[in-house]
């Protein structure tokens, strides 16, 4: 989501499901249709709408970025099998303004990262999710 970011310029999004309509299910589209386990999913993705809009999708072998080319008005393959990396950037993301409601672990965390040798970075935009 993130639609209060849209007044600042900043990007937004949205998360989707893809499953298997049910074998037992006829006529139009149903409620029964989307609330199916997580374990029936056959794929899952977001986009992101900004500045440019990226279509980050699965199928559970892999996860793809795409991007809209709008010259063309199709998104195309821009990034195969994307993997968190080996050893992966030191950020840690969080709305500090509601450290007050958060539970000791998380607020034990957050000055851990803050105060290592070597801090973290901090970045924060709640854009999605």
């Known amino acids: 989501d993130g639609s209060s970011n849209i007044d600042c310029s900043l990007s937004v999004g949205s998360i989707f499901a893809i499953y298997k309509r049910p074998e037992d299910s006829t006529g139009p589209g149903s409620v029964n249709d989307v609330l199916q386990a997580g374990s029936k999913l056959v794929g899952a993705g977001y986009c992101m ?18 991007t809209l080319d709008p010259s063309v008005g199709e998104f ?45 970075s901090a970045r924060y935009v709640g854009s999605m999710v």
Request: net charge positive; glycine share 6%; no cysteine.
């Open 76 to 120: 195309l393959l821009t990034f195969k099998d994307v993997k968190i990396p080996k050893e992966p950037k030191t950020i840690y993301s969080v709305n500090e303004g509601n450290s007050m409601y958060w539970h000791a672990p998380v607020t034990n965390f957050v000055n851990k990262v803050k105060n290592a040798s070597k801090p973290y």
């Open 49 to 66: 709408y900004g500045s440019s809009t990226q279509m980050v999708l699965t199928f559970g072998t892999g996860v793809h970025v795409f």
